[in-house]
T-cell receptor, first 114, second 116 residues
């Protein structure tokens, strides 16, 4: 699976948009971009994923550049409860010899301030 | 809604004990995983299973074994617990079938295990 690079930490004011970047310059054509977050002492929570088109769900938006070498997770109106470690992961779809296992890096610690 | 349930959130055991961590998923997923998570080391794969009674070693299988007798249940066993196995243990599942192949892994809430 392709390696990802994220800033170690970011701050955001409550109510503002949080934009979390991720570089994945070695991504291959069949690899998806996944975002998870982990609040202290809990299991990772899935947020969103995409292949090449921008995606939006009730939690966030995912913007993938045209060359797919980087992406940005957008939390449109951050709240204090969004304070967590955010992980960007690149992975092929499960199946065949790819069992879908994940490799988490260090992620970005997002702190949302009042 | 998807659900992966781990039997205990917190567990304290003694060195040398045999420890069982249980995980159940209700999504009919074929693939299940056990990870451990330690500060500064990220998430590391211990074992995974792609079918009932089938298992594969992950990156750090030493000191652990697993059991998958039923599709929905995947157990992690510490044969003789040691203090360096104190960690957060996470179970996850995914389906490799058809349209579900690109769907995300879903995780349980984790078991924080302390070995004294």
């Amino acid at each position: 699976d392709a390696k990802t690079t994220q800033p170690p930490s970011m701050d955001c004011a409550e109510g503002r948009a949080a934009n979390l970047p991720c570089n994945h310059s070695t991504i291959s054509g069949n690899e998806y971009v996944y975002w998870y977050r982990q609040i202290h002492s809990q299991g990772p929570q899935y947020i969103i994923h995409g292949l090449k088109n921008n995606e939006t769900n009730e939690m966030a938006s995912l913007i993938i550049t045209e060359d797919r070498k980087s992406s940005t997770l957008i939390l449109p109106h951050a709240t204090l409860r969004d304070t967590a470690v955010y992980y960007c992961i690149v992975r092929v779809a499960a199946g065949g010899t790819s069992y879908g296992k994940l490799t988490f890096g260090q992620g970005t610690i997002l702190t949302v301030h009042p | 809604d998807v659900k992966v349930t781990q039997s205990s959130r917190y567990l304290v055991k003694r060195t040398g004990e045999k420890v069982f961590l249980e995980c159940v998923q209700d999504m009919d997923h074929e693939n299940m995983f056990w990870y451990r998570q330690d500060p500064g080391l990220g998430l590391r794969l211990i074992y995974f299973s792609y079918d009932v009674k089938m298992k594969e070693k992950g990156d750090i299988p030493e000191g652990y074994s697993v059991s998958r007798e039923k599709k929905e249940r995947f157990s992690l066993i510490l044969e003789s617990a040691s203090t360096n196995q104190t960690s957060m243990y996470l179970c996850a599942s995914i389906s490799p079938r058809g349209r579900e192949r690109n769907q995300p892994q879903h995780f349980g809430d984790g078991t924080r295990l302390s070995i004294l």
